[in-house]
């Protein structure tokens, strides 16, 4: 049975339309990660040092998985017991030796709703232009 020609055409036009709507909705993810993690560094505490500096976009094995962390490497320090301990999440949840001082997650929460309605309307905004063509 031959293949309506429309059919055919409709098939190439969501296919491409596919791909354009992942693109954008990537671009826009990066913009994103990268806005929420300069939120975040404005805000870390600055007494210890390193600790705006760890603050970083990280890729996903997948382009649509971005990852904004803090700490790591930059930010690992001998505590008084002898065992190292990620400073960056002594300041985000306390120790019982310190008072929290979160930095991270509440500019997240801050942020998670104005992040997704965005990337909300870019995505909705590219359907609707192409689906006007």
Same mark, same amino acid.
């Given at each position: 049975m031959?293949?309506?020609?429309? =059919?055919?055409?409709?098939?190439? $036009? &969501? /296919? ?7 693109? $954008?909705?990537?671009?826009? $993810?990066? =913009?994103?990660? %990268?806005? $929420? %993690?300069? &939120?975040?560094?404005?805000?870390? #505490?600055?007494?210890? @040092? @390193?600790?705006?500096?760890? =603050? *970083?976009? /990280? #890729? ?5 998985? /971005?990852?904004?962390?803090? @700490? @790591?490497?930059? &930010? ?6 002898? !065992?190292p301990?990620d400073? %960056? *999440?002594?300041?985000?949840?306390? &120790?019982?030796?310190?008072?929290? *001082? #979160? ?9 998670? !709703? ?13 359907? !609707? !232009?192409?689906? %006007? /063509?």
């Amino acid at each position: 049975m031959a293949v309506n020609a429309s =059919v055919e055409r409709f098939r190439k $036009l &969501t /296919v491409d339309l596919q791909k354009e709507v992942h693109d $954008l909705a990537v671009a826009e $993810l990066n =913009v994103q990660a %990268a806005r $929420l %993690a300069e &939120t975040i560094r404005s805000v870390a #505490p600055t007494d210890e @040092g @390193g600790l705006k500096h760890s =603050v *970083r976009v /990280v #890729p996903g094995k997948k382009d649509t998985v /971005v990852r904004v962390v803090a @700490g @790591g490497q930059l &930010t690992i320090r001998q505590s008084i017991s002898s !065992k190292p301990y990620d400073y %960056a *999440r002594a300041d985000e949840f306390g &120790t019982v030796n310190m008072q929290a *001082r #979160p930095f991270f997650f509440p500019t997240y929460r801050l942020m998670r !709703k104005r992040i997704r309605s965005s990337m909300r309307r870019k995505i909705t905004a590219s359907i !609707k !232009k192409r689906s %006007a /063509v």
